[in-house]
């Protein structure tokens, strides 16, 4: 159980080509954001589908596998853990990100219908 601690599972939807950077030390990084979709019927009997965006970063060989077969729509399995910082941006403000530090990717092999 000690493993499960901080770890999360997604499958979902690229909403984005992934950013990929490169590090002042040369460590290769890997920005992109996955939608998960809910679907339930509320009160009324009304089919309602909820969209989650989930910010996603990649390092080392799993940046240099999502560079290399991400792309818009490509609906992916992820596997990772949550990672919380924080920074002041240009006003002054307190700015407080959650993002998910993937450590592996399943490709599915569909893309979303438009």
Do not use: C
């Amino acid at each position: 159980m000690y493993a499960l601690k901080n770890k999360v599972q997604l499958i979902g939807n690229l909403g984005n080509a992934p950013e990929v950077r490169n590090t002042e030390s040369g460590k290769k990084m890997v920005r992109f954001s996955v939608a998960t979709n809910e679907s339930y019927r509320n009160a009324k009997g009304e089919k309602v589908t909820e969209t989650q965006w989930h910010n996603l970063i990649a390092w080392g060989k799993v940046a240099d596998i999502a560079e290399k077969y991400l792309t818009k729509g490509t609906e992916v399995a992820i596997e990772g853990k949550l990672i919380n910082h924080n920074y002041t941006d240009k006003a002054g403000v307190k700015k407080y990100v959650t993002e998910i530090q993937v450590n592996e990717i399943l490709l599915l092999g569909r893309k979303a219908s438009a």
